[in-house]
């Protein structure tokens, strides 16, 4: 065990704070914070209910709270977000559902979407080289979403995106249509409903 | 099969409860509540009252630990509080101060 890999099992809950400098993965139960410099991974079936600053976030469970990342917050198809993203990069797959705002930080508004220039590389963010193949594109087609200008132009571009999309499947088509307005809407929804 | 594994350079504040095995190599203060069994490795740090089913000590336990199995303080596991457990073991080389109870 000389690669530090920490795993919050299934069966297992932890209710206060927790931090460090290795990846984690959540496949149990996290209440209270979370303080990493490196990537936070909930699996499918995890469930954090905490204020998290981190370096990547990867959802795929359940995210209750709000989320400062200093590279890239992605949530992905069966992932579930309530809170505040805070993330120079911010992607929200096809059938992920979100409800909160996002801050990307500062950026030209008069840049088109392709040319913002970031900080941070978007080759980079995929360290582990698994899973998903984090197609460049993907981060992209997100950043035309900005929070401050909720009625951009998202669904066009997610539909668009959706067929090559090489994870495509029976679900990812029967909803395609639904996520799109909960993205455009992102900024707005935020105090309407009960949070 | 999962376990739970807290890294080395993970500190966590608070209290751990579960039902599958837990494996401490990083810092835990605290509680910490488990059916199963607990393994704090060389580079672990508790500072909590453990209750749990089995506990290995390999690395630094400050608390109590309550056991309904079996508690063992390897050699080079440092064990500092009451222990109470129907077995308990202390290898030579291991290092304990507090009261042992094996009444169970």
Redesign the interface.
Known sequence: ?TE???????????????????D?TV??HVE?SINLSKTLTVEVGGVVRANINVRNAIISGVLVGNVEAQEAVHITEQGRVVGDITSPRVILVDGSSFRGSIDMGDFNIETTPGEIQRSTPVTKYQEDGEEKEAPARAPTRVRTVPARRPAARPAPSRSSRAPSKSTAKKKSTKRKKPPAPKVRSVGKTRGKKKR | MTNTVIGSSIVIDGEISGEEDLVIQGTVKGRIVLKENVFVEQSGVVEADIETNNIEVSGQVTGNIVATDKVEITAGGRAIGDIKAPRILIADGAIFKGNVDMDA
Do not use: C, Q, R
């Not at chain 1, 299934?10 to 931090?19: A, Q, S």
């Open positions: 065990m530090p890999i920490t795993v919050i099992g299934t069966k297992t809950m932890i209710n206060g704070n927790l931090e460090g400098d290795e984690l496949e149990g209270g």
